[in-house]
């Protein structure tokens, strides 16, 4: 069965930073892309990084204080968050679809529909 499981997520203050794990099972990790994601202030949906299956990082212009990257534990990806804001409060999801499957265009406008999901994480900045 294929999972993605979200943690690290919580209340901080403004300016405070917070790192998010997504630990992922049932599938070859390695050979999967993955990306966090979040709803925005709109409601629409907004990629704020990802990393590749060879490791290549994008990070999404609208957020660059937010880094995308695997290692340390075994099938896990981390969104480290620095320098927190009110606005980045939302619930974060991480997604995972094979090795350049997506282009990155697709990544940015979050259409990945094959891609695999899991329930999320909620961040609340207070200011």
């Known amino acids: 069965e294929v999972q993605l499981m979200e943690s690290g997520g919580g209340s901080v203050q403004a300016g405070g930073s917070l790192r998010l794990s997504c630990t992922a099972s049932?599938?070859?990790?390695?050979?999967?892309?993955m990306g966090w994601f979040r709803q925005g202030a709109d409601s629409k949906c907004e990629l704020v990084a990802f990393?590749?299956?060879?490791?290549?990082s994008l990070i999404h212009s609208i957020v660059g204080r937010f880094t995308a990257s695997r290692g340390d534990a075994k099938n896990t990806v981390y969104l480290q968050m620095n320098n927190l804001k009110p606005e980045d409060s939302s619930v974060y999801v991480c997604?995972?679809?094979?090795?350049?499957?997506?282009?990155?265009?697709?990544?940015?406008?979050?259409?990945?529909?094959?891609?695999?999901w899991g329930q999320g994480t909620q961040v609340t900045v207070s200011s």
């Open positions: 997604a995972a679809a094979p090795f350049q499957y997506y282009a990155d265009f697709e990544w940015r406008n979050c259409a990945v529909p094959e891609a695999k």
């Open positions: 990393v590749r299956g060879d490791g290549q």
């Open positions: 049932g599938f070859t990790f390695d050979d999967h892309d």
